[in-house]
């Protein structure tokens, strides 16, 4: 009778264990494995296209990961440098974040090398509930140190801060909408870019959310950031002051060095930035 019993209580157990299973089924409780990290991957300054591989390898790792890719051609790629002004940059980065959620991104980081970087920082200041984490990624664009131009500074080119000046007095006399040929530094060379001098102030004076100096301390504490930077980028020198320590404190914010230089720094990391990505959108 008793063995009876028994057997009788172990059916009933397992029939109320199926139901508060089926019950749990039905019942959608957040986790990482529910969720789908989609990712904006910025090129840098003259990038995009076929013939800048810089992002090839992390690309690559993203998409075996899982993670939902979108490389979009930039305003200041190769073939549009630049067009518009900053803010048409953050309304394209704005579009990319809506298609990753349409296509099912339930985490959102935007990960971004050289002048991506800025802009990442500066959309994210800007739209702090549109994203998770920021990755940058051989941070650059200084309109800071462009304005300098002094010899201890890591841009001791003065071109871009003659233009600063030339961009002003125009858009003072009232010609701030007609494009004309102003300069710009990339890595040491200086380029010529042809805007509007209002277009051209939106990037490059250092006042502006061009400059991840100005952006930085206004993120939201709740957002992390991953600071990578190669040991032969000339922007190493200013450390992690000139903007990491701006940034407000979070626990899984990081701030990496590694072999490599401004190019190579993405693909060095590739490994690194997957991983910390994967940690940072944990809750």
């Known amino acids: 009778m008793i063995k009876i019993c028994s057997t009788l209580n172990i059916q009933h157990m397992k029939l109320l264990l199926i139901g508060v299973m089926g019950i749990l089924s039905m019942v959608h409780l957040p986790s990482l ?23 090839e390898s992390l690309h690559r790792k993203m998409d075996e ?6 490389k979009p051609e930039m305003p200041w790629s190769y ?5 518009g002004d900053w803010n048409l940059a953050m309304t394209e980065i704005d579009s990319q974040v ?34 998770h984490a920021l990755g940058l990624l051989a941070p650059g664009h200084v309109p800071l140190y462009y304005s300098l131009c002094i010899p201890y500074s890591p841009i001791q080119l003065c071109a871009v801060k003659d233009g600063v000046q030339r961009a002003q007095q125009a858009l003072e006399a009232g010609n701030g909408d007609k494009k004309i040929p102003l300069p710009d530094i990339n890595q040491g060379r200086t380029n010529v870019v042809w805007m509007t001098p209002k277009d051209y102030l939106s990037y490059f004076d250092p006042a502006s959310d061009a400059e991840m100096a100005v952006t930085a301390p206004k993120l939201p504490t709740q957002l992390p950031v991953l600071w990578v930077i190669g040991d032969g980028d000339r922007l190493i020198k200013q450390g992690r002051q000139y903007v990491f320590d701006k940034l407000p404190m ?18 060095v990391a590739s490994d ?3 991983s910390w990505i994967r940690s940072a959108v944990q809750p």
């Open 33 to 55: 494995a529910q969720e789908k990290i989609g990712v904006v991957l910025m090129h840098g300054k003259q990038g995009g296209g076929p013939r800048d591989t810089s992002l």
């Open 250 to 267: 979070n626990a899984k914010s990081h701030y990496l060095e590694v072999q490599g230089n401004h190019l190579s720094t993405p693909s």
């Open 272 to 274: 690194q930035i997957l």
């Open 79 to 83: 073939r549009r440098f630049i067009e």
């Open 65 to 70: 990961a899982g993670m939902l890719v979108l």
């Open 98 to 131: 809506q298609k990753l959620k349409a296509s099912g991104a339930t985490k959102v980081v935007l990960v971004g090398h050289s002048l991506g970087s800025p802009a990442a920082l500066s959309y994210a200041s800007r739209h702090p509930d549109q994203v």
